[in-house]
């Protein structure tokens, strides 16, 4: 599937019950092909999230993007998103550099009428899509921000890491896909918790060495 398809068969899809009573689904995709060397994967959708039909909104998001651009990444904002976010929408005529590119996604796409928790069978449906995702876009780090995001990221490659918590997944390079995968807080959990900042910090520079091909251990 390119972006179109892709784009139509999360608006049509019902393969799971987080569909039911669904708004609009929530998928930042392009109208043309891009290429980003992040990829930015957090939690289920909320309500402002659906509303908008975009991930990582108000201020969650405004956190997020701070925190990209402190290590030079801006997230790429679709035509459906500009709404959202016009100071940080590129023009149409804007060709985004991968290498300080983010797109961003969401372990599920939908948000059902009545909120509930999903179960292992409606992320690994999702996680159909977003192996799409990544085959588009070709990142070469995912940031996974939140538990849900790392237990999609984890299940294939790494299920040992399934046993741990979010805390001491951090600072270790895992791979999705053969994608490497850095495991951070998601942004609203910051916004409760600062003190975690400083440790989310350390993740994006370490999300940003591996993005440039340094690795743990590897000199630059």
């Known amino acids: 599937m390119d972006w179109s398809a892709l784009r139509e068969s999360v608006a049509t899809c019902q393969a799971c019950s987080m569909c ?5 689904p929530v998928l930042a ?25 975009g991930p990582f909104v108000d201020d969650a998001g405004l956190l997020l993007d ?14 459906l998103a ?17 290498a300080h590119t983010a797109y961003l996604s969401l372990v ?3 948000r059902p009428a009545l909120p509930t928790a999903p179960d292992a ?8 899509y977003l192996r799409r995702e990544i085959a588009l876009v070709q990142p070469k780090v995912i940031l996974a921000m939140g538990r849900l995001a790392m237990q999609v990221l984890l299940s294939e490659d790494h299920p040992q890491g399934l046993k741990l918590p979010l805390g001491k ?3 270790q390079v895992w ?5 490497p995968v850095v495991v951070t807080y998601p942004p609203a959990y910051l916004l409760r918790n600062a003190p975690d900042k400083a440790r989310a910090w350390e993740d994006l520079c370490l999300a940003a060495d591996v993005a440039l091909g340094v690795l743990p251990g590897q000199p630059s």
């Open 175 to 179: 791979h999705y896909q053969g994608v």
């Open 121 to 128: 069978q409606a992320l690994a449906t999702c996680a159909y």
């Open 29 to 53: 995709a392009p109208e043309t092909p891009l290429r980003a060397d992040w990829l930015v994967l957090g939690e289920p959708p909320d309500d402002a999230q659906e509303r908008a039909a």
């Open 169 to 171: 997944l951090r600072g």
């Open 66 to 79: 701070n925190m990209l651009k402190a290590v030079g990444v801006k997230r790429f904002w679709p035509a």
């Open 108 to 110: 599920l796409k939908c």
């Open 82 to 98: 500009a709404d959202a976010a016009p100071d940080a929408a590129p023009q149409a005529t804007d060709r985004p550099d991968p």
């Open 20 to 24: 039911l009573g669904r708004r609009t």
